[in-house]
């Protein structure tokens, strides 16, 4: 059943990046990431990761892509992509992604065979809870300082035109 | 059970994509949207690895990770934003005064 879930999931998250590349219509792509991130919390939840996966729907699938369809908003492009005609970037993007594909799976294996697999760690939110809030407390703190000036940088840059 | 090595499986064909929409696509919105796939192989990956050490940081790790992405698509956008007003387009194709 856990298979069944873990597949049908997985394939709404690369297809969602698949169905990015191939379309050129921003805001398509933007929704399409919706999708893909939305099945990544499903993942993290088969993971055993629950306060991770609520954490991924509401900030990436909810407020950031939000964020990105706000943008695309702002630069209000009329006319879609014009398809291209260099299929050479393409080509060796692709293929440079194949060797780093074979580089990852190959770590990947070296690091997991000979692993015990299936150890439950215990769906424990109240440990992750203790980590962020006596081990990890002051990154946690330092988090809200960096939130904040991301807000201030934000409205600098974006903010309304100074008059000349 | 599901063996923590699938989860990392699908990090990297994750990461993979990430990478070849980077190079594949042509304006920085998308672009900076492939980065954010990459981040979320990225974290895919870290949770993976802390269940199989059987191990609650990686999850507090990966917190911090989305928080931090927060912050730098903020920043992006706005930088993106800026671009646009400047030229008037995100184009990558368009953006090459620094070409020799």
Known sequence: ?164 | MIPPGAFFGLAALLFVLGVVAFFVKKDLLTQFMAVEVMLNAGNLAILALSKAAVRAEGQALVLFIITVAAAEAVIGLAIIVLVFRARKSIRTDDLKELKG
């Open chain 1, 1 to 164: 059943m856990a298979w069944i879930i873990f597949i049908v999931l997985s394939f709404l998250c690369l297809g969602g990046v698949v169905a990015m590349i191939l379309s050129r219509n921003q805001a398509h792509n933007a929704l399409f990431l919706v999708l893909s991130f939305a099945g990544l919390g499903g993942i993290f939840g088969l993971l055993e990761a629950p306060f991770a996966a609520v954490v991924q729907v509401l900030v990436y699938a909810g407020a950031i892509m939000v964020l990105f369809l706000f943008a695309i908003m702002m630069f209000n492009l009329r006319r879609p992509e014009p398809p291209d005609k260099k299929r050479v970037q393409a080509i060796l993007g692709s293929g440079l992604g194949l060797v780093l594909l074979a580089q990852l799976l190959l770590a990947g294996f070296r690091a997991f065979s000979g692993r015990p697999t299936g150890v439950s760690t215990g769906r424990d939110v109240a440990r992750l809870g203790q980590l962020l809030f006596k081990d990890y407390l002051y990154a946690f703190e330092i988090t809200s300082l960096l939130i904040v000036a991301a807000l201030v940088g934000a409205l600098a840059l974006a903010g309304p035109k100074e008059r000349e």
